[in-house]
């Protein structure tokens, strides 16, 4: 089955700085890649996503960037927030099975 | 719309008891699923439902077992829990054309 692999585990900023997360996932049939930011004891919400088809994607502060080739994809987050702060999940769409990486803790200092 | 709901939000279990944890949906999607997550291991689907009367298994699917009878519930059923079963369990529904999943607010089980 897929394997979506992320890294860091922990991320610490200051605000006004950007964010990098990074995911790798194993399986090249994988066509779709969500972000969802998960606030304390709160559910998922879907931030930013990606079609296979699709090289970049922006709204707003955040973008996501696909590297089909070398399996890759990458969440940016530019001028941070302290509302910022919060646990981030990749995740890759296989065949309606959705695989999610192990999830980034962002801080965002003040 | 409602969206996704979850029922109980909070449930205390001894090993071997049975439950239900039940899912809602009010905004006709196709697609449903379960997931569990402990900590520092994300989410882990386990079974889904692409419409009623279809089910599969996800990643972690041993020990569970789910219906899909109308296009609105997908229930998940523990029938002998057990204490590797303590998790956060988050239902999430979408439609097929589309991507988001919208996720329930999510069960918290502890088995003792």
């Known amino acids: 089955g897929e394997n979506v692999e992320q890294h860091p585990s922990t991320l610490s900023v200051q605000e006004g700085d950007s964010a990098v997360i990074k995911c790798t996932y194993s399986d090249s049939a994988s066509n779709y890649f969500p972000w969802y930011k998960q606030e304390l004891g709160k559910r998922p919400q879907l931030i930013i996503d990606?079609?296979?088809?699709?090289g970049e994607k922006k709204d707003q502060r955040i973008a996501v960037t696909l590297n089909k080739t070398a399996k890759h994809f990458s969440l940016h987050i530019t001028e941070t927030q302290p509302e910022d702060s919060a646990v981030y999940f990749c995740a890759a769409d296989n065949f309606n099975k959705f695989y999610f990486g192990s999830g980034t803790k962002l801080n965002v200092k003040p | 719309n409602a969206g996704v709901t979850q029922t109980p939000k909070f449930q205390v279990l001894k090993t071997g008891q049975s439950m239900t944890l039940q899912c809602a949906q009010d905004?006709?999607?196709?697609?449903m699923s379960w997931y569990r997550q402990d900590p520092g291991m994300g989410l882990r689907l386990i079974h889904y439902s692409v419409g009623a009367g279809i089910t599969d298994q996800g990643e972690v699917p041993n020990g569970y077992n789910v219906s899909r009878s109308t296009t609105e519930d997908f229930p998940l059923r523990l029938l002998s829990a057990a204490p590797s079963q303590t998790s956060v369990y988050f239902c999430?529904?979408?439609?097929?054309?589309?991507?988001?999943?919208?996720f329930g607010e999510g069960s918290r089980l502890t088995v003792l």
């Open positions: 990606i079609r296979s088809n699709v």
């Open positions: 999430a529904s979408r439609l097929q054309s589309t991507g988001e999943l919208f």
């Open positions: 905004m006709n999607h196709e697609y």
